[in-house]
């Protein structure tokens, strides 16, 4: 009975892995009944990576006209969602949310799990929606209806994108430990929307810790860019490494934190690391720094290394990546085609290139395999099956590495004869660095006297 939600969940939660560089952090997933709720920046993938990040399935609550699509609505039903009917869809078919509640409720007296979403809505704020109670009133609703012995765990989840839109960018998904109500009892029983206030707040301040916050998506970039300096010329971390964003999550949560603090307590002091920080940022991609920085210096052996350890490994991935590349690029540009012809809105953008990119190589590969059947029977199609695929993962991460060298030889090439561009990086890093040591001085300082 299991099979085809957990077969569903494990293929598109690891195209989803495929699509993204995933990385999850958090403890798993508690025993019993349990609600996972999550903020909602990236529409129908959010759901694919909770599947992907969690140990056990999660049935999904999903807007209704999600259902009566030709193929997603079939697969939504094998999953077990169930559909929410939302004002904005259809007014007049609000009053069947009396079913979703009794659903909901029904898979957590079985112990099962949900995931919800309660925010209502996929956007792309730079901070999160206004939640709904939906969540905190499934939760205590099912509690009421068990004499509250149904201990329903609350797991606050945060999900944060590098880029969305964009493929093989970093995603992080987040998770805190479990939230319970059983505690609301009296309360929710005085007053229910009181104490479905209430749980939606916990809910919302465990959402909050696992997740970026800015007043604007300047602020986000302002944030990136000196959390990466600060580090670096702190040396707690090497000039050209690129982080996992999961690694570096909590620091530019930190950096996030501080940002607010001094925009509040002196606007001039944020004016004026803006615009340093601007600067800093405008440099670096004057040189093509990426997603890195531009070291100080740049020392014999260090180089060397770096130039055998990725040399050998092109050159020992070329065959399979030049095989995967030929194979598979015409199916992933394919993905490409589509959206520019479809025009999607933002918000669905990278959804709509995962399930075409999903489709595209699962006909694709079915395609060669059986080609490779009928060439040689069994064994080429076995052969085929297992290859083909190993060939394109070959490919993907030959083509990041190779990406990631020619952007760190094109800097390297860039700043030797440049000492006046050094020189200008140097002083820009000096004065930002004496700053946030400043500030975060300051900070702790006044923090201690709260």
Not at 386 to 391: F, H, I, K, V
Request: net charge positive; proline share 6%; glycine share 6%.
């Amino acid at each position: 009975m299991d099979r085809i939600p957990r077969l569903i969940a494990g293929l598109t939660g690891s195209a989803a892995a495929v699509f993204y560089r995933v990385d999850r952090h958090g403890p798993p997933l508690p025993d019993g009944p349990v609600i996972v709720a999550a903020n909602h920046p990236n529409s129908l993938v959010d759901p694919l990576l909770i599947f992907r990040c969690s140990e056990r399935i999660t049935r999904p609550l999903g807007r209704a006209p999600l259902f009566d699509r030709r193929l997603l609505g079939p697969v939504l039903r094998a999953l077990g969602a169930i559909p929410v009917y939302r004002r904005q869809d259809d007014p007049d078919e609000m009053h069947r949310n009396e079913e979703m509640f009794r659903a909901a409720i029904d898979v957590l007296r079985g112990g099962g799990a949900l995931q919800i979403f309660p925010e209502g809505k996929s956007h792309s704020e730079a901070r999160l929606a206004e939640f709904r109670t939906g969540a905190a009133r499934i939760a205590l609703q099912a509690e009421e209806s068990a004499d509250w012995r149904l201990g329903v765990s609350i797991v606050p989840v945060g999900i944060t994108y590098s880029r969305k839109e964009l493929a093989r960018t970093a995603v992080t998904v987040r998770f805190a430990e479990a939230v319970k109500c059983t505690d609301l009892k009296e309360e929710y029983r005085a007053d229910p929307v009181a104490a479905a206030q209430r749980l939606t707040a916990r809910i919302v301040k465990g959402i909050r810790r696992q997740t970026l916050n800015f007043d604007d998506h300047r602020d986000r970039t302002l944030v990136e860019v000196s959390e990466q300096l600060y580090v670096r010329q702190s040396r707690r971390v090497p000039w050209r490494r690129r982080e996992r964003l999961g690694t570096r999550f909590p620091r530019l949560q930190r950096f996030a934190n501080g940002l607010d603090w001094i925009r509040r307590a002196d606007p001039e002091e944020h004016r004026r690391l803006t615009d340093k920080v601007e600067r800093y940022a405008a440099l670096n991609a004057e040189v093509g720094a990426g997603e890195g920085d531009v070291p100080p210096r740049y020392s014999f052996l260090p180089v060397v290394k770096y130039v055998l350890v990725r040399g050998t490994l092109l050159v020992l991935g070329l065959p399979l990546a030049v095989a995967g590349l030929l194979l598979w690029t015409p199916v992933t540009r394919f993905s490409g085609f589509v959206v520019r012809r479809v025009r999607p809105e933002f918000e669905v953008t990278a959804t709509i290139k995962l399930l075409t990119l999903l489709a595209a190589v699962s006909t694709a590969w079915v395609l060669w395999v059986f080609m490779g059947y009928l060439a040689g029977g069994t064994p080429v199609a076995l052969a085929v099956a297992l290859l083909a695929p190993a060939c394109g993962f070959v490919a993907m991460f030959w083509v990041e590495l190779a990406r990631e060298v020619a952007e760190d030889t094109s800097l390297f090439l860039r700043l030797q004869g440049r000492p006046d561009l050094r020189g200008r990086l140097a002083r820009l890093r000096s004065e930002l660095t004496a700053t946030f040591r400043r500030l975060e001085k300051r900070w702790m300082e006044e923090r201690r006297g709260d």
